[in-house]
């Protein structure tokens, strides 16, 4: 059954560094997603990405934040400078319906990003 | 802003009593969908209600749409220790310029003791 992978799995890393998630969303898929959630927190919207360009983002999502999908199959999250406050689980999610009545996405198993 | 509140936080039971999960909202959503959680790990997609009063079973798991859209409920009937995780209601926001994102509950974490 096809999901949606991501690497890496935990990703450690000193503020003020470079991060890159990495996903690999469903093949057929046409909409994706990027979520986080902080230990103990709800799961938090980041950004939605569809045809090639950013379709919505969150408060959460600013200028240190940025998403690609470099070729067809992969789909990237970069923190250019990462915080303290940065550290979360962030998903990976994607989407195939064109039907707005389901809206169904699969996520994928998460990158635990901690900031030291 | 569409907000999700679930009920109970937390429920602890024992194997084979019957629990229900909670999900409302003051908003009507085109869809609601529950997930389940494992400590470390994605959501992972259980089901999507659509209609208004729609039901759908998957095995012990009985989901409830709301009449009005605006609630759910789950039902585990002869719980087992193996349904013990997080369970996760989320809705898209749809319309305008949304593209569909989700809105979580803060989840009801289930532990079902043997």
């Known amino acids: 059954e096809p999901e949606v992978t991501q690497t890496p799995s935990h990703q450690v890393t000193q503020m003020g560094q470079e991060v890159i998630l990495r996903c690999v969303p469903i093949?057929?898929?046409?909409?994706f997603y990027w979520y986080r959630q902080i230990l103990g927190q709800k799961v938090e919207f980041l950004v939605s990405?569809?045809?090639?360009?950013?379709?919505?983002k969150s408060e959460i999502f600013d200028d240190q934040f940025s998403v690609e999908r470099p070729d067809g199959s992969n789909f990237t999250l970069k923190i250019r400078s990462t915080k303290l406050e940065d550290s979360a689980m962030y998903f990976c999610?994607?989407?195939?319906?064109?039907?707005?009545?389901?809206?169904?996405?699969?996520f994928g198993p998460g990158t635990r990003l901690t900031v030291t | 802003t569409q907000l999700l509140e679930q009920s109970p936080q937390f429920l602890s039971i024992q194997e084979g009593e019957n629990l229900t999960v909670y999900c409302n909202s003051s908003?009507?959503?085109?869809?609601l969908q529950w997930y389940r959680q494992e400590p470390g790990e994605g959501p992972v997609l259980l089901v999507t209600?659509?209609?208004?009063?729609e039901v759908k079973k998957l095995k012990r798991l009985t989901f409830q749409f709301g009449d009005a859209r605006k609630d759910s409920s789950l039902h585990i009937t002869a719980a087992q220790t193996g349904d013990t995780g997080l369970y996760l209601c989320?809705?898209?926001?749809?319309?305008?310029?949304?593209?569909?994102?989700?809105?979580f509950g803060q989840g009801t974490i289930l532990t079902v003791h043997p």
């Open positions: 999610a994607s989407r195939f319906s064109v039907a707005k009545s389901s809206y169904e996405q699969y």
């Open positions: 990405f569809y045809n090639n360009e950013i379709s919505e």
């Open positions: 908003s009507v959503f085109s869809s």
């Open positions: 989320a809705g898209p926001h749809a319309g305008g310029t949304s593209y569909g994102k989700l809105t």
């Open positions: 209600v659509v209609t208004g009063g």
């Open positions: 093949s057929n898929h046409l909409y």
